[in-house]
């Protein structure tokens, strides 16, 4: 599973942001629209980014796509169908492309799922979230437990891939209870499971009750302790993590998500889409407006919505490097590092990391997290990036 992307491989991730409602939790660029989308409108201004991201950089080989948001399952098939066919006109798509869609559970019919399927789609994540309806009215959810595994088996019996995302460590939540939910939930999936600890994100609902005292996560020894349950069951029942919050069988990751986290290219279609792309012998970070309606009108006028588009110094990339890699359970090559940071990590680093227990050596010659790495992979990668010794 390991290794670096080829360099002709793109991974193209589409945002579309509207929602049915705002989830209490999510800081990610989603709006609700009370008055409706013109949904045919935005598919087109897509279509015309991705025509103008292709002209920066042609050639490229498609190797994924991920509709993410938002809730994309809210569009019509045929609108996605649009989309990925703009990416087949401007890039070469490979024969295995992986091509995901984010679906909500209140958005989920069975003739619905079979239209993205012949749209081209061919794996599903499903933000089920919980399952008991007790939590899901908490997280703000639309759908109650049932309605989830019913988006499951649905998801099970037209894709040949699907996944569906839980948060835990929520508000009242002990290890037993979620060890029962964990193994629910692993009889249902197939072959990756997204298992995320519930983070109180600056300016959502959560961070004003929060602020409030009205909602109380689980101190810092339980949430260890659900981290730990849920390495632990999830290894056992044969879905080990391979990234921080991620877990699959072997052949089941996500391929798009792995060229994040590896530092491939990738680009960012749609209000506030983020992206990283090679262009001459520069890596730039690009980023598009985020208001939908604004984006839509800077993408008429202009072919694109970007806002943002910086080239990134060997040190940034190197620090980008360091921060999504080490979140793999296969960590990083050191000699790759030193080829993009045009300096080696330091021997004397990295030895006392180990000696802490937070990093280790693997067989392949590569350096990983350890589990108590992983819960301080924040000062593990700025001490590792620090050039001082």
């Known amino acids: 599973m390991s290794g670096a992307p080829d360099e002709l491989d793109l991974a193209v991730y589409i945002h579309w942001p509207f929602c049915l409602s705002k989830c209490p939790y999510c800081d990610f660029n989603s709006h609700v629209r009370a008055g409706g989308v013109d949904a045919a409108r935005f598919a087109r201004a897509m279509a015309n980014e991705i025509a103008t991201t292709a002209e920066r950089i042609p050639g490229r080989r498609v190797s994924t796509v991920f509709f993410g948001g938002g809730t994309p399952s809210l569009m019509d098939p045929a609108l996605v169908g649009s989309i990925l066919d703009a990416v087949a006109r401007h890039w070469s798509v490979a024969d295995d492309v992986e091509v995901t869609l984010e679906a909500n559970p209140t958005s989920v019919e069975a003739d619905k799922f079979r239209g993205f399927r012949t749209a081209g789609v061919n794996r599903v994540s499903l933000g089920v979230q919980a399952l008991d309806d007790r939590s899901l009215g908490m997280l703000g959810r639309l759908h109650s437990a049932r309605e989830a595994l019913d988006a499951v088996a649905i998801a099970r019996n037209t894709f040949r891939r699907y996944s569906f995302d839980l948060i835990y460590a929520r508000p009242g939540q002990q290890v037993a209870d979620w060890q029962e939910e964990l193994e629910t939930a692993i009889g249902e999936a197939q072959d990756h499971l997204s298992l995320y600890q519930l983070t109180i994100e600056p300016d959502t609902t959560f961070a004003t009750l929060h602020a409030a005292g009205k909602l ?37 990751e996500c391929r798009h998500n792995l ?20 262009t001459g012998d520069a890596r730039r970070a690009t980023a598009t407006e985020r208001r939908p309606e604004a984006w839509l009108e800077r993408v008429e006028a202009h072919g694109h919505g970007l806002t943002d588009d910086e080239p990134l110094s060997p040190e940034e990339q190197a620090d980008e490097f360091l921060l999504m890699g080490l979140r793999l359970a296969e960590g990083i090559d050191p000699a790759r590092y030193a080829a993009i940071a045009g300096r080696s990590l330091h021997a004397e680093r990295i030895a006392e990391l180990q000696r802490h227990g937070l990093l280790e050596p693997t067989t392949a010659g590569r350096l990983r997290a350890t589990r108590e790495g992983f819960l301080l992979l924040d000062a593990v990668v700025a001490d590792l990036a620090s050039e001082a010794v």
Request: aromatic share 8%.
């Open 259 to 278: 060229i994040y986290w590896r530092h491939g290219e990738y680009a960012g279609i749609g209000p506030g889409a983020h992206g990283r792309l090679g």
């Open 216 to 252: 109380n996560p689980p101190d810092s020894e339980t949430a260890r302790a659900l981290y730990e349950a849920t390495l632990d069951i999830c290894a056992t029942r044969g879905l080990p993590a391979y990234e921080i919050s991620n877990h699959a069988r072997p052949g089941g």
